[in-house]
Every structure is written in structure tokens, then in C-alpha cells.
């Protein structure tokens, strides 16, 4: 599974002719005012030289990109994928990790950086998914191929695999179904955001209850028929263990 990524280059609001023109970009309350000023500038200009927006994709050379962030007034060239998790962009090529959230106009973070959950995780390099969890970006894994692990011991550290698992949306519907189940029959109740055993019943009865409802969910055997794997999760389970 891979981010959804919307490629899209943002133009100046000012029209734009390809000669150069010696207006100024911008307007009072806008930020820096972006010099549009392309007298003495060529075309195919090289890193970290001042560069002609007006010029489009000619305006710098192979593999790089004319913008100007950071508070610049004069453009510049800039190698692709140069920008970092959080710094600005308007296209997906500019940031380290392929990924521009064009709604905050910021670069997505790569794997194990420091991210925003309202800009995302991505990485240019794998298919596989990650996620913004503690402000950092982990990997969310499939069910399936957790399970794996998990079964052929595999799973090292475990927490990882939880953790991994906890990132994962069809995982957490899953979860949440056999969890309120137990709550549900009266067997657990949720105590600082733990379940635990109601006072009324016998020590280790939410537990026993949790083993039997989420049984199929962890590739386990139900002791008993007593709230094994319960009906009313049979579709989010599936889903579950399906997600590949």
C-alpha cells in the first residue's frame, strides 16, 4: 500500500508572458514579494542560480527546479527532491520523499523523521506505507503479513509489530469490534483506557473474554465456544486478515 499523491504545480497568480517582464509577483500581506525581474537571466540555469519562473520548465537545468521558498524574493534553482519533511513545495518532485501535501503546500516526511499527521508520511523509495504516529513516521503493515511474523516468531522487537499493527486502520476496526464485545457482555470495562475485569466477576475474566473474541483476528484457537470470535465481527476480521 502506497500514500495517494496529487502531483500539482501551483502558477503564479500574475499572467505571465515567456519574455521577461520586470513585474514584481506578490502583493502587501502576501509574504516576500517573488522579483519577477528576468532581465540578464537565461534559460537552463544551473544549481542555486536565480532563475526566470516565467521560463517554466526551461528555466533551470536537468533535474532541477525554479521556486522561491524560505523567504526568498529571487528565485532559484534547486535540485529535485531537495526539500525536507515539513519545508515548502508545490510538487511532489521537489521533496525528499515524492510526496507534497499541495493542501498545506509542505513536503511529506520520510520514514523515522519528524512529521504532522495533517501532512502525511511518504517514501519514494518502497511501496510500502507509512503513517504520522507520535510525530514520527512508522510504517503501518498489513494484518497478514504481521501475522506472519508473528507466527513464525519472527516479530522482533514485538512491540514493533504491534505498533506497526496499531497504525493500520483495518487492524484497528478489527480490534475495536472483539474489544467492545467483551464490554458489551459485561466482562470488561474500560479503566484509564484499559480493559480490565468488571468488580462483579472473577479475576481473568476479561482477558479470557478478549482471547476467545479476537481468536480468528490473531490465528488462535478459542478455549470454549463462549464468545469465540463473535458474529457480529465476522466482516471486519475478514477484512483483516485479507488486507495484503
Known amino acids: 500500500m502506497k500514500c495517494s499523491r496529487i502531483s500539482l504545480f501551483l502558477l503564479m497568480a500574475h499572467s505571465l508572458s515567456l519574455g521577461c517582464n520586470t513585474e514584481d509577483a506578490g502583493s502587501p500581506g502576501d509574504g516576500p514579494v517573488i522579483s519577477m525581474d528576468c532581465t540578464g537571466i537565461v534559460r537552463s540555469q544551473g544549481i ?3 532563475c526566470c519562473l516565467a521560463f517554466g520548465i526551461d528555466a ?3 533535474n532541477l527546479f525554479c521556486a522561491a521558498f524560505d523567504g526568498r524574493t529571487q528565485p532559484t534553482c534547486y535540485a529535485e527532491h531537495s526539500r525536507q519533511g515539513l519545508e515548502s513545495c ?3 518532485r521537489q521533496c525528499a520523499s515524492d510526496g ?3 493542501t498545506s503546500g509542505q513536503c511529506q516526511s ?3 523523521a519528524t512529521c504532522d499527521s495533517s501532512v502525511g508520511c511518504n517514501d519514494r523509495v ?6 504520522c ?5 512508522e510504517e503501518s503493515l498489513p494484518c497478514s503479513e504481521v501475522f506472519y511474523w508473528l507466527k513464525a516468531g519472527q516479530c522482533t522487537p514485538l512491540t514493533y509489530c504491534y505498533r506497526a499493527l496499531n497504525n493500520n486502520p483495518v487492524f484497528r476496526q478489527a480490534m475495536a469490534c472483539g474489544q467492545d464485545h467483551c464490554v458489551t457482555a459485561g466482562k470488561c470495562v474500560n479503566d484509564a483506557n484499559m480493559l480490565v475485569d468488571p468488580p462483579t466477576v472473577s479475576m481473568g475474566t476479561c482477558d479470557r473474554c478478549l482471547d476467545n473474541s479476537l481468536a480468528k483476528v490473531f490465528g488462535t484457537t478459542c478455549n470454549g465456544t463462549t464468545d469465540c470470535n463473535p458474529t457480529e465481527c465476522t466482516s471486519v476480521y475478514d477484512a483483516c486478515l485479507a488486507d495484503e
Open 60 to 62: 533551470c537545468g536537468a
Open 126 to 131: 518502497s511501496s510500502n506505507y507509512y503513517v
Open 133 to 137: 504516529f507520535d510525530n514520527q513516521c
Open 90 to 92: 508545490t510538487e511532489d
Open 100 to 102: 507534497c501535501n499541495t
Open 110 to 112: 520520510l520514514p523515522g
Open 48 to 50: 542555486s542560480q536565480p
